[in-house]
C-alpha cells in the first residue's frame, strides 16, 4: 500500500508538472494564486523551502526556485544545517532563511552567481502557523517586512498567511494548487535527495577515517591487503605492521583504534 500510493503520488506529480508546462494555464495558476493570497502582484518568481532530517540527524534544507510557474534548477540551493542540534523544524527553517536572505539582491546588476540570489516575490515553507511564524521573524529580523510569505501544510493543503487565522483553502481541481503542490514537492524531493547523499556518505565512512596518522593512501593499502577494518582488527599486529607505509608503531596504534 506505501508503494501504491508513492507510485500514485509521484504520477500525480508528473502530470501536474505536463499540465503546468502549457504557459497559458501556469500564468493563470499564477494570477488564480496571486489573488487567493491577496498578493499585491502576480508572484513571478517564487521560493519554496522544505527542512529533512532522519531522527533528528543529518538535517538539510532545501531552496527551489519556479520562476513564470517552471522550476529553475540551476537557481536551486541547499543548506546542510550548521546551527541546531536535533530534529527542530522550526529553528532549521530559521538557520536556512537567515543565510540565504543575507545574500538577498533586490537589483538586476551584478554577477551571473550573485543574480541567482534576487529577492522572491513570494515564499512558500513548507509547513504550518508555526513554521511560517518561525520564517516571518528572520525575514522581519533582515528587514524584508513586505515580502510575502506563506506556509502550506500537507495533510489538508492549507496555506497559512501571517496576518490571518483561518487558512486559505483553494479548490482541489484549482490550477493555484497544482502549482503550490508542484512547489512543495519539488523541494521535499530536493531535501530528500540530498539527505539520503549525506548518510550514504556517512554510512560508507571506514572505521579508519578516525584513526590518527591513516590518511587515503595508508587506508586503501590496509584494504588492498586486508579488505576490512575488521580483518585488520582480527589481524596479528606483524601482519598490518607489514603493509607498505604501516610499520610496527603505526600497527600497534591502528589496532589499539580499531579495538577500542
Known amino acids: 500500500m506505501a508503494l501504491a500510493e508513492r507510485n500514485a503520488t509521484e504520477t500525480l506529480a508528473r502530470e501536474h508538472a505536463r499540465w503546468l508546462a502549457d504557459q497559458g494555464k501556469t500564468l493563470a495558476a499564477l494570477e488564480e494564486l496571486a489573488e487567493a493570497l491577496a498578493l499585491p502582484a502576480v508572484p513571478l518568481r517564487i521560493e519554496c523551502y522544505d ?12 531552496m527551489v526556485v519556479f520562476e513564470e510557474g517552471r522550476p529553475r534548477t540551476g537557481e536551486y540551493r541547499r543548506f546542510r544545517i550548521k546551527d541546531v542540534k536535533g530534529a527542530n523544524d522550526f529553528a532549521s527553517h530559521q538557520e536556512v532563511l537567515r543565510r540565504r536572505f543575507k545574500r538577498a ?5 551584478g554577477k551571473e552567481e550573485e543574480l541567482r540570489w534576487l529577492l522572491p516575490d513570494l515564499v512558500v515553507i513548507d509547513g504550518g502557523k508555526g513554521q511560517l511564524s518561525a520564517a516571518k521573524v528572520v525575514l522581519d529580523e533582515l528587514g524584508y517586512h513586505d515580502l510575502a510569505v506563506v506556509g502550506i501544510a500537507k495533510e489538508r493543503e492549507e496555506i497559512f498567511l ?10 482541489t481541481t484549482s490550477a493555484a494548487l497544482y502549482l503550490m503542490q508542484r512547489l512543495r514537492d519539488e523541494a521535499h524531493r530536493f531535501a530528500v535527495t540530498y539527505h ?8 560508507t565512512r571506514s572505521a579508519f577515517d578516525d584513526l590518527p596518522g591513516v590518511g587515503p593512501k595508508r587506508r586503501a593499502a590496509l584494504l588492498r591487503v586486508f579488505g576490512s577494518a575488521r580483518r585488520v582488527r582480527e589481524a596479528p599486529l606483524e601482519q598490518v605492521a607489514a603493509v607498505p607505509g604501516i610499520g610496527p608503531a ?3 596504534k591502528i589496532k589499539a583504534g580499531l579495538e577500542g
Open 250 to 252: 603505526l600497527a600497534a
Open 51 to 62: 527542512i529533512s532530517n532522519f531522527q533528528g540527524a543529518q538535517s538539510v534544507g532545501s
Open 105 to 109: 539582491r533586490t537589483g538586476e546588476e
Open 196 to 203: 539520503r547523499s549525506l548518510r550514504a556518505r556517512a554510512a
Open 162 to 171: 501571517p496576518d490571518r487565522d483561518d487558512p486559505v483553502l483553494l479548490p
